[in-house]
């Protein structure tokens, strides 16, 4: 009887005999509330490079959430976003569940991180009805300045954000919880707003406050909400000095450098892309985590004359003076 459980949830479903040779255990995963999804879930982490301990570690807990669901008379079909988060808030803390079911907070909210995305592509998950809280005087003049930075300046998604939160905690420690006017605001106070906060900065900190609040300042002054003048209150910190000369390897260090990087699985490459991606395009590692099959036009296999070839295993750079 268990053997045609595990049959009907998962037949000729090699991947989960390999992750789980216990037959017992897929039995007892085929009998859970999620046990129809587990089978797809699995091919998923699979597409997305997961090894296989980290593909185990996912179905535990997924495992877990489906017995919770179970307990608590939550039929699939109604699964919310809402569930999950309840699930992690209240379950999780005060768990007595029997092994091996996981229970440590941070990694079981990645793993149902994955299973939501898992499922809102299969569009079997409910999301709760959007509602957007009531916006305070600051939060209104904040997304008018994000607005700016966004159509006006084109600035990134992380920029906006870093100054957005720069503007609001000056906006409370000047105006608290009174609406932000700008008559009332002077040079003398951006100084020293500028001079408490530098106390616990160090130097790249305290210029990216300056530029920040200065930028911010500069917005008030175009959209007409304060008087032009004030933005050049804002005190200049000393330049830094030059930065020593930064160390490269050599040709021959570098080539074996890439050929130490194994190329066999999807996850591998995926290192191999970043660190050409680090190394000869100069990205950032936040623009390398943000890059998407989208930023690239596979169609005209055009590109930017600043942005280098690839011949063989390195990167080249193919501006004007570099090609034949």
Known sequence: ??????????????????????????????????????????????????????????????????????????????LSTVHVQEFLRSHLPRCCCRPPAPRVRPDCRAALRRLVEFLRRQKRIQEPPPTAPPQSPVDRLVGAYDEHMDRVCGLSVEMRRRRRHCARQFLRWRFARQVPRGDQLQAKQVSRYVFLRARRLGPTGIRALVVNLRSFLRFLEFSGRLRPGVAGGVPQPAPPLPPPPTKTLEPEQWRKFLKSIPRCTPKERRDYAMVLCLAQLALRGQEVVNLTVDDLDWRARDRPPYLPEVHGEFLVPCGPAHRP
Request: glycine fraction near 8%; charge should be positive.
């Open 1 to 78: 009887m268990a053997k045609s459980v595990e049959e009907q949830a998962f037949p000729d479903f090699a991947p989960m005999r390999h992750l789980f040779t216990s037959g017992a255990v897929r039995c007892r995963m085929a009998a859970n509330h999620l046990g129809i999804i587990l089978p797809g879930f699995v091919l998923d982490l699979q597409a997305r490079g997961y090894t296989p301990r980290g593909i185990r570690h996912h179905v535990l807990v997924v495992e877990h959430f489906g017995r919770w669901l179970e307990h608590h008379h939550i039929a699939v079909c109604r």
